[in-house]
């Protein structure tokens, strides 16, 4: 069983940056694709970025498309990070990291239905 611990979040003025840091442990060697996404009370979860942990393929939402850059860890493919700049209100929301065992398609890759492996979230507040 693949374990997701996540860690970086906070809160943070607008504007402000955070990195959030998500690594695997148990069998990584099934992952392929690494993805964030988040939730806000009463709403679905959504997709924030993934990345192809093999060829270092990224997919972005609209939301977060020159402001948020997700990478990984060359030498430790298990760890992936989330550099959010330029912070808004409206990016307040539980963060997950999510692990799936098949690499990441930029036609699926904002399904949780393909994710097998969940973090347990990390908040995000944004506020003056």
């Known amino acids: 069983q693949v374990q997701l611990t996540e860690s970086g979040g906070g809160s943070v003025q607008p504007g402000g940056s955070l990195r959030l840091s998500c690594a695997a442990f148990?069998?990584?060697?099934?992952?392929?694709?690494m993805g964030w996404f988040r939730q806000t009370p009463g709403e679905e979860r959504e997709g924030v970025a993934a990345?192809?942990?093999?060829?270092?393929?990224?997919?972005y939402a609209d939301s977060a498309k020159g402001r948020f850059t997700i990478s990984r860890n060359n030498t430790a493919r298990n760890t992936v990070y989330l550099q959010m700049n330029n912070l808004r209100p409206e990016d307040t929301a539980l963060y997950f990291c999510a692990a799936g065992a098949a690499p990441c398609s930029g036609v699926w890759w904002e399904r949780t239905s393909e994710y097998n492996y969940w973090g347990t979230g990390i908040q995000v507040t944004v506020s003056s």
């Open positions: 990345i192809y942990t093999l060829g270092g393929s990224t997919y």
């Open positions: 148990e069998y990584t060697s099934n992952i392929f694709c």
